[in-house]
């Protein structure tokens, strides 16, 4: 999966946006404000950072060397993880759609009313 093919499937998402914030050599892909997809285009192949559930995020670390963590300043964030070259364009697509469902779960109820959801 190419990252024209990434931002095409992640612009598919309901509410999903794509925005460019520190320059132009990353990728973000928002929902209400949140990231849910960030790819890092200056890496070679590029590097797709996804959210996940803690416990899953520990797994596929032990799982996949094309897995690794992701280094944030904030604690937060530490059940994110940095997908590099990976061959199966289903597993990324079904990653890419957990972290989507992860952030919509994570949405206040105003987030959501923001959304129309």
């Known amino acids: ?5 990434v931002r095409t499937y992640c612009l598919s998402k309901p509410y999903a946006t794509e925005d460019f914030p520190f320059d132009e050599t990353v990728l973000v892909f928002r929902v209400a404000g949140k990231i849910f997809v960030l790819c890092a285009l200056d890496a070679i192949p590029p590097r797709i950072n996804v959210k996940c559930d803690p416990q899953k995020a520990i797994e596929l670390r032990e799982l996949y060397n094309y897995v ?41 109820k105003k987030e959501q009313k923001q959304l129309n959801m």
């Open 68 to 108: 690794v963590p992701g280094f944030h300043m904030s604690k937060k964030h530490w059940n994110t993880i940095f997908i590099e070259s990976v061959n199966n364009e289903q597993q990324l697509r079904t990653w890419i759609d957990e972290s989507y469902e992860l952030v919509i779960k994570g949405l206040t």
């Open 1 to 5: 999966m190419n990252i024209e093919e």
